[in-house]
């Protein structure tokens, strides 16, 4: 499966973007999608996941202010990011996992948040 994200951007702080990444093939469905983000000199973090279900959680520092979605039709995860901080800058990566298989990345995309 491949993945391709997009909606990266420039934000200053209080504002809001919303992420995109697109699957290939036909079992998004049925896999379990996420994103995550590296901040410069850190490790990559879960940010928030999705199951195929559609039972959600989140990094306790974005909780309340980031919602993830899925459109299945779509083959599309989405990460509606409001309330934005300085320290939500970093590479965001979805990611997608299923249980018969290895796990797909996306190529990352930057938001930077900052006056």
């Known amino acids: 499966v491949q993945l391709q994200a997009s909606g990266g951007g420039l934000v200053q702080p209080g504002g809001s973007l919303r992420l995109s990444c697109a699957a290939s093939?036909?079992?998004?469905?049925?896999?379990?999608a996420g994103w995550y983000r590296q901040a410069p000199g850190e490790q990559r973090e879960l940010v928030a996941a999705i199951s195929a279900s559609e039972n959600t959680n989140y990094a306790d520092s974005v909780k309340g202010r980031f919602t993830i979605s899925r459109d299945n039709a779509r083959k599309t995860v989405f990460l509606q990011m409001n309330s934005l901080k300085p320290e939500d800058t970093a590479v965001y990566y979805c990611?997608?996992?299923?249980?018969?298989?290895?796990?797909?990345w996306g190529q990352g995309t930057l938001v930077t948040v900052s006056s």
């Open positions: 093939g036909n079992i998004f469905s049925f896999g379990t």
């Open positions: 990611n997608l996992k299923f249980t018969w298989l290895p796990e797909s």
